[in-house]
C-alpha cells in the first residue's frame, strides 16, 4: 500500500495492470477523509489533445521500480468515471467511482466527502 509520506514521490510513474499492461500516469492521490489514508489514483490517460483522469482504488497496490501496479484490469480501470486534466472531482460523483468497483460507499459522518485529493 501506498504510505501517505510516499505520495508526492510516485507522481508521474506508470500505473500498471497486474498483467503489466500500462494503464497510464499517476496524477493524484485522493486520501479518505476519515482516516487520511491513501484510497484512490487518478490516472492519466487518452491521447495528449484527450487526456483525462480515470479513478481506481489504491487497495492492494504493489510499488515497483517507477510503477504502482493496481489489481484491476487495464479495461476495467479505463471505463471508470473520469474527469478533465484540470477538473475536480464533485461530491456526489464519488458514490459512482465506488460502485465501479464493486465497493461499498459512504460518505463521511456528516454526510461530508468520502475522498480529498493530495
Known sequence: MIRSADIREWRDHDVVDPKQHKIGMLEAVYVDTATDQ???ATVRTGLPSRRRLVFVPLDDAV???????????????????????????????????????????????GGERR???R
Do not use: N
Not at 501496479?69 to 458514490?95: C, F, H
Open 63 to 109: 510499488l515497483g521500480p517507477g510503477y504502482v501496479q493496481v489489481p484491476y484490469a487495464r479495461g476495467q480501470v479505463r471505463k471508470a468515471p473520469s474527469i478533465g486534466t484540470d477538473d475536480v472531482l464533485p461530491a456526489e460523483r464519488e458514490e459512482e467511482i465506488f460502485q465501479h468497483y464493486g465497493m461499498t460507499y459512504q460518505a463521511g459522518a
Open 38 to 40: 491513501p484510497a484512490m
Open 115 to 117: 475522498l480529498a485529493r
